[in-house]
Nanobody, 116 residues
Framework: QVQLVESGGGLVQAGGSLRLSCAASGRIFTIESMGWYRQVPGNERELVAAITRTDNTEYTDAVKGRFTISKDNAKNTVYLQMNTLAPEDTAIYYC??????????WGQGTRVTVSS
């Protein structure tokens, strides 16, 4: 199993920045990719950004040029740097990982609120 713990959410004004962190533990050697999803009540959870074991990245169009996903292998941590935040970025952000055995794990979520 893999355990994921997010941190770094909070309240920020529009135009501001936040950095989310996701620390992985457990069978981390089995992880193939990690990502950040977000969910607004009443909506489906959507992919924000993802990074593979070989550092390939992908982003949803809404955050391209504003958000950056990165990882620190030594700390088993994935980051999401969020710049130029807008009220529509308000959501609960979840860390996710997929393993070689095609299992998916989720963190508990961290709330991001962007005020206008």
């Amino acid at each position: 199993q893999v355990q994921l713990v997010e941190s770094g959410g909070g309240l920020v004004q529009a135009g501001g920045s936040l950095r989310l962190s996701c620390a992985a533990s457990g069978r981390i050697f089995t992880i193939e990719s990690m990502g950040w999803y977000r969910q607004v009540p009443g909506n489906e959870r959507e992919l924000v950004a993802a990074i593979t074991r070989t550092d390939n990245t992908e982003y949803t169009d809404a955050v391209k040029g504003r958000f950056t996903i990165s990882k620190d292998n030594a700390k088993n941590t994935v980051y999401l740097q969020m710049n130029t935040l807008a009220p529509e970025d308000t959501a609960i952000y979840y860390c996710n990982c997929n393993t070689r055995a095609r299992r998916t794990y989720w963190g508990q979520g961290t709330r991001v609120t962007v005020s206008s």
